[in-house]
């Protein structure tokens, strides 16, 4: 099967490779070059991931073909890996909706699971000072997710939320607005093209992908850090052994 992937190449080359039509599939590479040699095996790896949650139909043995169908700078600022592609201009129906909505919640889960019951040393613990920790970056999820939906709707028809006194509540609240409002969204938010003050161009279909590839990026982040964090326990048990 042949899949679209879209490169976002900063000036350093540095890469941000995406599979729109798989939301949620992307990942990082020095070059251009370096980011189509990955995708195989990306994108075999964001398949997988479909599989356990039942959310594709297609076998485990179906052949591969990446194929690079855009690739630009980045926008003004360096940092900005986001990008905006051309299939992002087709509005999303009201058929897809349902299935995004599924990716997002199967992905919300996937974070829960991980997250569960993580005692409060483990949750503010940081590698270094000036890092984020589990609970700030769960905290930076949450509002994030808000953000992503004033990028094509209106700020009358978004919810305000009230301070959270912890980032469980903040996920929760956030989060169920947010499937709230984008099961109704309308034909013309729905079909959209904004750009936003930075000069950033959004699409109904560009928030579905970032709200997926936002959560999984920094679901991976928080398993790299339990990771570090049990090393270094292992490597203080051992030093005072």
């Known amino acids: 099967m042949i899949f679209d992937v879209y490169l976002q190449v900063k000036r350093s ?9 798989l939301p949620g599939c992307n990942w990082l590479a020095e070059t251009p070059e370096a980011a189509m040699d990955r995708a195989i095996a990306s994108i075999s790896s964001h398949l ?3 599989r356990k949650y039942s959310l594709i139909n297609l076998p485990e043995n179906e052949t591969i073909s990446p194929q690079l169908a855009q690739q630009h700078k980045s926008c003004a600022r360096e ?3 986001i ?3 051309e299939s992002e201009r087709q509005p999303v129906t009201l058929e897809e909706i349902p299935y995004f909505l599924d990716l997002m919640k199967c992905a919300r889960q996937e974070l829960l699971t991980l997250i569960h019951d993580l005692p409060d040393v483990v949750l503010y613990w940081k590698p270094v ?3 984020w920790s589990i609970e700030e970056t769960l905290r930076h999820v949450a509002g994030a997710e808000r953000w992503y939906l004033t990028r094509i709707l209106q700020p009358a028809t978004i919810p305000h939320f009230k301070p959270c006194k912890t980032f469980s509540q903040r996920l929760e609240i956030v989060r169920s607005a947010a ?3 984008l099961k109704v969204l309308t034909q013309k938010e729905r079909s959209a093209v904004v750009t936003d003050e930075s000069g950033e161009l959004w699409s109904a279909r560009k928030v579905f992908r970032r ?4 959560e999984r990026e ?3 982040h928080i398993q790299e850090l339990l990771e570090l964090y049990e090393s270094r326990v292992l490597k203080d048990a051992g030093e005072h052994a």
């Open 13 to 21: 080359l540095k890469t941000h490779a995406h599979v729109p039509a």
């Open 48 to 50: 997988s991931w479909l």
């Open 79 to 81: 940092g900005n890996l």
């Open 83 to 85: 990008g905006f592609f």
């Open 129 to 131: 000072p000036d890092s």
């Open 179 to 181: 499937i709230d409002r």
């Open 211 to 214: 709200f997926m590839e936002h």
């Open 218 to 220: 920094h679901t991976a």
